[in-house]
């Protein structure tokens, strides 16, 4: 007698798929805040999206293809960083720079800097100065070129490698916190061409004395470039209220 083989149910795998797409389809929409958060603050911080703009939830959602729920946690974590002022019963807004928040800031960042320079001149390997270097070369690179947006993210890149040569994970946390805060002004600052200029070769400064295991040195010129950085800001603010919506 021939025994026919028992068809396998089919039911099981097919739950098993449908649980697996879900659990992706919970993860996207999951994602959908941080996309949002991620594209608006880089609009905030290179000036397409100007200070005290009124944000209109219903355009937001068609610009960013997002339902109100992400976009509304993304505005929550742009206020945390002060990018984005949340107003009772009125839209939201893009904050203003205010001169005196500016000045703490650039002040807390060049402390805190120049301890950082000061370790890392200690601290860093000779591969992490050769990044360094390889750094440096692109970022002049994009200054001749004129190409701010080039130029604005190596810098950062630059600020951030040299934190993290302290092999200091406090320190390196603060720094993430307060740099959060000052993104906006820094790049508001290189609407000064000369400023350009005067950077790239308080750079080369900072570097040679990290190179040259010079600590004090390297945290003297590096506090004194952020220093330089917040006054610039702060001149353009004060000469040029209208530019930011600025309030002091």
Not at 114 to 123: D, G, K, N, Q, V
Request: hydrophobic share 45%; net charge neutral; glycine share 6%.
């Amino acid at each position: 007698m021939t025994v026919e083989p028992v068809p396998r149910k089919r039911g099981r795998p097919r739950k098993e798929a449908s649980a697996k797409a879900a659990g992706q389809f919970r993860l996207s929409r999951a994602n959908l805040h941080e996309r949002a958060f991620d594209r608006l603050r880089t609009m905030i911080v290179r000036g397409k999206l100007a200070p005290e703009t009124p944000l209109i939830e219903t355009d937001l959602c068609d610009m960013l293809g997002v339902s109100r729920t992400p976009l509304r946690e993304a505005l929550k974590l742009l206020a945390a960083q002060g990018l984005v002022e949340l107003r009772q019963n009125r839209s939201a807004r893009i904050a203003p720079m205010r001169i005196d928040t500016i000045h703490d800031l650039f002040e807390a960042m060049s402390g805190l800097e120049r301890l950082t320079a000061e370790l890392a001149a200690e601290r860093m390997t000779e591969a992490d100065l050769a990044e360094l270097r390889r750094l440096q070369d692109e970022m002049e690179r994009h200054e001749a070129a004129g190409d701010m947006d080039g130029y604005f993210t190596i810098n950062q890149q630059i600020h951030s490698a040299i934190v993290a040569g302290a092999g200091n994970i406090t320190l390196r946390e603060t720094h993430e916190w307060l740099l959060a805060r000052a993104e906006r002004a820094r790049f508001f600052a290189l609407s000064s061409l000369r400023r350009w200029e005067e950077s790239i070769g308080e750079h080369r400064a900072i570097l040679a004395a990290l190179e040259a295991r010079q600590a004090e040195t390297a945290g003297r010129l590096i506090a004194e470039h952020v220093q330089h950085t917040g006054r610039e800001v702060v001149q353009i603010l004060a000469n040029h209220p209208t530019l930011a919506g600025v309030a002091a």
